[in-house]
């Protein structure tokens, strides 16, 4: 397994943006998804993406506000969010290694240490 390094994210007031990097030091995945935790709250999918071709999905509440893009030359995923809101403050992970590239999280096998994002009103 390659692991994956994250980078970025910090804090932020309610409209603004954020960026965070996950590096696959060494190794490269066909799939890379992004993941949240809020406090007290089960982990819950962001977006995914294909990085050979950088199609990407997203789940309903990031769609229109978060992107995710890839430079496969740095093997490095990005998570850029814009428009952040209150309650999008969470650990954010990336994760690879699933067979199919979706939202199931126990279909991951290696994880990002978590980048705290925190949004304040």
């Known amino acids: 397994q390659v692991p994956l390094v994250q980078s970025g994210g910090g804090s932020v007031q309610a409209g603004g943006s954020l960026t965070v990097s996950c590096a696959a030091s060494g190794g490269f995945y066909g799939c890379l998804g992004w993941f949240r935790q809020a406090p007290g709250k089960k982990r819950e999918a962001v977006g995914v993406i294909y990085t050979e071709f950088g199609s990407t999905n997203y789940a309903d509440s990031v769609k229109g506000r978060f992107a995710i893009s890839r430079d496969n030359t740095k093997r490095t995923v990005y998570l850029q969010l814009n428009g952040l809101k209150p309650e999008d403050t969470a650990m954010y992970y990336c994760?690879?290694?699933?067979?199919?590239?979706?939202?199931?999280?126990?279909?991951?096998?290696?994880w990002g240490q978590g980048t705290q994002v925190t949004v304040s009103s």
């Open positions: 994760a690879a290694g699933p067979l199919f590239c979706r939202f199931r999280e126990s279909e991951y096998t290696t």
